[in-house]
């Protein structure tokens, strides 16, 4: 079991927030993330973990499970999340997608242009329009605490080609997960969608079963991809990575307000921690990308509106088949066009 040590946090910030009275710790929040300690979802639990246990002065302990130790897949940690043996869970949009099929919409493509749109957003209301569904969802029981980023951005790699336009997709055999959207969005841009599992894929480059992929840089080199013939990245950013961080409601209730408002600060905290880490993790996969011989390429303005011109038929197929599609995609496009208006207007300022 791998438990992390706390690093009590001096800001002034967290100093004026500890108003509890020392004492050993009154309530255990067990969290939980399948990954390792070299990924932005264990450093954003890291910092919730320093941030919660330092602001209640102790009242809150966090307990860190990294791996697989309680559980493996997305519905069977969700389900520990329902159930009270998890307190705290991040999964991927499609991991959580079985349960609450409507969060796929954070893997529409093209419609958040930017890490400053995709931030933003996911800060404000949207998030609360997705929590409330889930809490409807699930009876009450797995609350969405935050949404936060696994991974930077999405973009498609192959072995074969430089893809600049919708046209270099035609015939690519693209990996993707076993799930309907990604499929759909494979077939948008003439590509042929091949579901394999993620420890396969090395593999299956190396065979030719598949030649490409929908994967950020740093699980590309994480995963030595190019090792296995993956040389062409194209920077289309077509899926913000997002991570939804989900805690069991009863828990969460259950506390007075005071220690609710530590536990959603510490959200936040870890939010903002994730953000982050994606970007500077990810310069080192670029350098070590080119190094080696890849190819990369930033598709023109035009080249990316071809690519979302070609992908909106996904965009009705997620309306019409995905229970929950219409009210969610309305509050996402509502919460970006909201954004890009403000940002607008903050840019025109900020130019002068």
């Known amino acids: 079991m791998k438990i992390i040590k706390p690093v009590l946090l001096f800001s002034a910030a967290v100093l004026a927030a500890t108003s509890f009275v020392a004492s050993a710790a009154d309530i255990t929040l067990r969290a939980t993330a399948n990954s390792n300690e070299n990924d932005e979802d264990y450093d954003g639990l890291v910092v919730f973990k320093n941030y919660v246990e330092a602001a209640s002065n102790g009242v809150i302990e966090v307990e860190l499970f990294i791996g697989t130790q309680l559980c493996s897949k997305g519905a069977e940690c969700l389900q520990g999340v329902a159930d009270g043996s998890i307190d705290i869970y991040i999964s991927t949009s499609g991991g959580a997608a079985g349960i609450f099929p409507y969060v796929q919409v954070l893997d529409l493509p093209y419609l958040m242009a930017n890490d400053r749109v995709a931030e933003s957003v996911l800060t404000g209301d949207f998030t609360r329009t997705m929590r409330s569904m889930a809490l409807e969802s699930s009876g009450d029981q797995i609350r969405l605490m935050t949404i936060g980023n696994t991974g930077g951005w999405r973009n498609f790699a192959n072995t074969k080609r430089r893809v ?64 296995a013939g993956l040389q062409y990245v194209t920077l289309d950013g077509h899926a913000y990575m997002g991570a939804l961080w989900w805690m069991n409601n009863d828990q969460f209730m259950g506390m007075d307000e005071e220690l609710r408002q530590v536990v959603v600060d510490g959200f936040a905290a870890l939010q903002q921690a994730t953000f982050a880490s994606p970007k500077r993790k990810s310069i080192a996969a670029y350098e070590e990308f080119v190094a ?11 080249e990316k509106a071809a690519f979302k011109e070609a992908a909106a038929p996904v965009y009705d197929w997620f309306k019409e088949n995905v229970d929950g599609g219409p009210e969610i995609f309305d509050a996402l496009t509502s919460a970006v066009a909201d954004t890009e208006k403000a940002l607008m207007e903050a840019n025109a300022k900020d130019l002068q």
């Open 164 to 227: 600049a336009g919708p046209a270099d997709m035609e015939g690519l055999k693209i990996r993707t997960v076993v799930a309907d959207l990604p499929q759909e969005l494979v077939k948008a841009l003439g590509a042929s969608p091949t579901p394999i599992p993620w420890p396969e894929l090395f593999t299956s480059f190396q065979t030719g079963v598949v030649e490409g992929s929908k994967n950020g840089i740093t699980d590309i080199m994480g995963m030595k991809f190019p090792d």
């Open 292 to 302: 080696g011989g890849g190819d990369l390429y930033v598709p023109t303005p035009e």
